[in-house]
């Protein structure tokens, strides 16, 4: 079993910067690939940036490519996303996922596919 909790978010303005948390338990935290999700109101879910769970290799979508950094800290069992040039388009609640042995191609390339855990989400408000 695996928790997810995702803290961070908040209100910023345009061009801002936040930094987003995932702090997962369970023993077997590790052995997770892990990914950030997002979903604005009257919108589908959408994948953003996955890490493998060996951490060696990141995915992101094009929405956030060179704007947002994935990373994941094994000594604290936790996945961090900062996120830079925030625009008032990524106002969103974010979730943080997990997928048993994935990479982040996995996640990249098969996003739909479930996950085997979901955090509760946390809201990013980005004024203009």
């Known amino acids: 079993q695996v928790q997810l909790v995702e803290s961070g978010g908040g209100l910023v303005q345009a061009g801002g910067s936040l930094t987003l948390s995932c702090a997962g338990s369970?023993?077997?935290?590790?052995?997770?690939?892990m990914a950030w999700f997002r979903q604005a109101p009257g919108k589908e879910r959408e994948f953003i940036s996955g890490?493998?769970?060996?951490?060696?290799?990141?995915y992101y979508a094009d929405s956030v490519k060179d704007r947002f950094t994935i990373s994941r800290d094994y000594a604290k069992n936790s996945v961090s996303l900062q996120m830079n040039s925030l625009t008032p388009e990524d106002t969103a609640v974010y979730f943080c996922?997990?997928?048993?042995?994935?990479?982040?191609?996995?996640?990249?390339?098969?996003?739909?596919?479930?996950?085997?855990?979901w955090g509760q989400g946390t809201q990013v408000t980005v004024s203009s």
């Open positions: 890490v493998s769970w060996g951490g060696g290799d990141t």
């Open positions: 369970g023993r077997t935290f590790r052995q997770y690939g």
């Open positions: 996922a997990a997928r048993l042995g994935a990479s982040a191609t996995d996640w990249g390339t098969s996003p739909s596919k479930p996950a085997d855990y």
